[in-house]
């Protein structure tokens, strides 16, 4: 599970070992959020883009940590804990949020949370980088000049780097990373956030699809997140087809009944 550093976050020489429960959890959580995303927006582009990435960063977020996303964030904040039932709530009226409305909310929580000495931490989950390339940068500056508690995560195309490039001129550290990959986000996702914890500043993230090689091409499993988690899974003895059946039907009728409890 490859990833790319641009700037290692300096206090860790590893990762941290993910457990057997865990990796089922964010397993489980994708084959959710993917279901809930289809069932909702369709198998449109945009909306599947950041699942991996949602799910990977929003997973071990704790009461208080501050969570901005552009687009529609509900399935963000549903890998994040909200209730299903408030999720399909929130659904009737979706947020759209400019990227300059997510970045200075943001930035405001993790203001607030470095000055009240908290543990707390804010995200920015952006699926779509491409706008406000000079908005992104100042922010970046702005954050690790004052070493604030924030994790900036980027769901770009893999041409984009202009963001990541900024990022070591800014002392800020970076790390870009396989957008198909949620075990390899999750593991950089939460060292970033102890880093931001710890009092270190913020990180970037920036999730682009991986290619091994100029010009290859990504098969069509490299493009799944789900696939991906599958075939890691099976390589540590993990996936069993049982396991899989009873998330995803037990979801379904989850969804099922929220619909019509909502619809009622």
């Known amino acids: ?55 990977a960063v929003a997973i071990d977020l704790i009461p ?15 890998a994040k804990g909200r209730s299903l039932k408030t999720t399909l709530a929130a659904l009737t009226a979706p947020r759209q949020r400019s990227v300059a409305k997510v970045i200075y909310s943001a930035m405001q ?3 607030l949370h470095k ?3 908290s543990k707390k931490a804010a995200v920015v989950l952006c699926s779509d980088p491409s706008e406000a390339h000079e908005l992104w940068q100042d922010s970046l500056r702005d954050a690790a000049s004052k070493r604030l508690p924030i994790l900036f995560v980027c769901c770009a195309d893999a041409e984009d780097e202009v963001i990541a ?6 002392r800020l550290a970076s790390i870009v990373v396989d957008s198909n990959d949620v075990v390899a986000i999750y593991r950089v996702a939460s060292e970033a956030l102890t880093h931001a914890r710890r009092g270190n500043g913020p990180t970037l993230i920036v999730c682009q ?18 696939l991906n988690m599958e075939k890691y899974l099976e390589r540590k003895g993990l996936f069993t087809a049982e396991f899989k059946k009873e998330t995803v039907s037990g979801f379904a009728r989850q969804l099922r009944a929220a619909f019509e409890s909502n619809a009622t």
């Open 209 to 226: 699809p991986w290619r091994p090689a100029k010009r290859s091409l990504i098969r069509p499993t490299d493009a799944d997140p789900v």
């Open 1 to 55: 599970m490859p990833t790319k550093d641009t700037q290692p976050l300096p206090e860790e020489k590893q990762f941290s070992l993910i457990s057997d429960e865990k990796l089922l959890d964010l397993y489980a959580a994708l084959l959710k959020c993917r279901a809930l995303s289809r069932r909702v927006f369709g198998n449109r582009k945009q909306a599947q883009a950041s699942i991996a990435a949602a799910v």
């Open 165 to 170: 490039a900024a990022a070591p001129d800014f």
């Open 109 to 111: 929580s993790a203001s």
């Open 64 to 78: 208080g940590d501050t969570l901005s996303t552009t687009g529609p964030d509900a399935v963000a904040r549903f």
């Open 115 to 117: 000055a009240r000495r």
